[in-house]
């Protein structure tokens, strides 16, 4: 029997200990510096006797040889050092191709029989212990000393039949020079991210309700147009105000490195409006501690994104959305704080291009501009 350190542990410091986080069964160790050289005989397959015999002969270990063992045997119980060929190993191996964050994230949100978990009237209690010590983060971002643009009233009537809005759409990633219409941009705003209604949760505060669903009625995603050819308003990034629906003036001006922004797609920059989607985190933090909302932050994207194609489709406009981005550069173009408000998507809205008009969805396999 062959043993090596597992490669589904991730280590961290906490309050000065070193922690061993087995993010496959969902527990925590604090790990002695006195085990680093044990642990550093198993980087590879080896048997423990064979280890056992180096660390004596090495002699920079203060254990004697049944203390070692013993170690070894605990270590080998808790699953930091793992059997070759063990089933377990074996099975995960599937997730190298996406390298360890990504099993990590997975596995760690993974809820499992153990993981203990409030009911509803549970968690509501305690959010309303919760809210009389620390309050609760605003449901609207807004802007102080910046300009801010109202918008024109959307429309809300336009003869299309809803089957017709769905079986229509599609991706578009190729524009005419047309421009959008002031009103067209804020119907699709008012539509995809637009307080429909506000409820006022007893005890709790209050809660959003938009076209889209939110994890706990949360809406953590916040939207920033970059307006390239809007009819009536200037070329520049703004902020969508969703309490006033308006636009808050972040910069006005072209920006040279939207293509870099989108991590090299270059049809982004022929797009009319592009949205750059983020999440304010703080919101469903606070009403849930459990790392797995993370997850339904992501849902809250793709939520938005297919509404956010569904209105393109029935204003008859084309709209693509994209979750490939140079998140550093998006962050320092958008202003946020990457602590607080993190970076999720682009949607991009524009008029058809005539040759997607003429060849239609077939466009897109014939080599788009």
Request: glycine share 6%; hydrophobic share 35%.
């Amino acid at each position: 029997m062959k043993l090596k350190v597992s490669e589904n542990i991730i280590h961290f410091w906490k309050n000065g200990h070193l922690m061993v986080d087995d993010f496959i069964r969902h527990e925590q160790y604090s790990l002695e510096p006195s085990m680093f050289p044990i642990l550093s005989s198993f980087k590879e397959w080896i048997d423990p006797k064979e280890a056992s015999l180096k660390l004596q002969q090495e002699g920079n270990i203060k254990f004697k040889e049944q203390e070692i063992a013993d170690i070894i045997k605990a270590l080998k119980e808790v699953h930091i050092l793992v059997e070759e060929n063990n089933e377990e190993n074996l099975k995960l191996s599937n997730w190298k191709e996406w390298g360890t964050p990504a099993k990590y994230f997975h596995f760690n949100t993974r809820l499992l029989h153990k993981d203990n978990y409030l009911d509803v009237n549970q968690d509501y209690d305690r959010l309303v212990t919760k809210k009389q010590n620390i309050k609760s983060p605003p449901i609207y971002k807004t802007y102080q000393g910046v300009e801010e643009i109202k918008l024109p009233l959307p429309m809300f009537k336009k003869g299309r039949e809803f089957i017709d809005t769905l079986l229509e759409r599609q991706t578009i990633r190729s524009f005419s020079n047309e421009p959008i219409t002031l009103t067209e941009l804020s119907t699709l705003l008012y539509f995809v991210w637009g307080a429909h209604s506000c409820k006022r949760d007893s005890g709790i505060g209050k809660n959003l309700f938009k076209t889209s669903p939110s994890g706990g009625a949360r809406h953590p995603i916040e939207v920033y147009p970059y307006i390239s050819n809007v009819k009536g308003l200037e070329k520049g990034l703004y902020h969508y105000n969703v309490q006033n629906h308006s636009l808050d003036v972040i910069n006005k001006g072209t920006i040279s490195d939207v293509v870099d922004m989108a991590a090299g797609q270059e049809y982004v920059e022929n797009a009319s409006v592009l949205f750059f989607y983020t999440a304010v985190l703080e919101r469903p933090m606070w009403k849930y501690n459990s790392p797995r909302v993370y997850r339904i932050v992501m849902m809250d994207v793709g939520h938005l994104s297919q509404t956010f194609y569904l209105v393109a489709s029935w204003l008859k406009l084309g709209a693509f959305f994209t979750g490939h981005l140079k998140d550093e550069l998006v962050e320092e173009k958008l202003c946020i704080d990457k602590e607080k408000e993190i970076v999720c998507g682009l949607s991009g809205l524009g008029h058809l291009s005539s040759e997607v008009k003429m060849q239609g969805r077939d466009f897109r396999f014939k080599g788009e501009r």
